[in-house]
């Protein structure tokens, strides 16, 4: 399974407990174009998000193109 990256994830709290009874809140995830996806918290969120492509949790994947500049002297 892959591991979450909860930082990337577009979401939201949605209910202050989960419905799965983990005691946690729960989140509202929706994908990069904002559509919904899932409702669940940090524990079962994994779960119900497997089913879906990294480039849909967290839009497609940009080239970090950023030239790392040396430092001037
Ligand atoms: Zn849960």
Sequence with gaps: MNKI????LNMHMKKPECPCGSGE???EVLDSRGIYL?????KCLP?????YRE??????TYEADE???PEAY
């Design 25 to 27: 809140g729960a989140y």
């Design 5 to 8: 990256d909860f930082d990337r």
């Design 38 to 42: 899932a409702l669940g918290c940090e």
């Design 67 to 69: 030239p790392i500049e």
């Design 47 to 51: 779960e119900r998000l497997a089913i």
């Design 55 to 60: 480039d849909v949790l967290y839009g497609p």
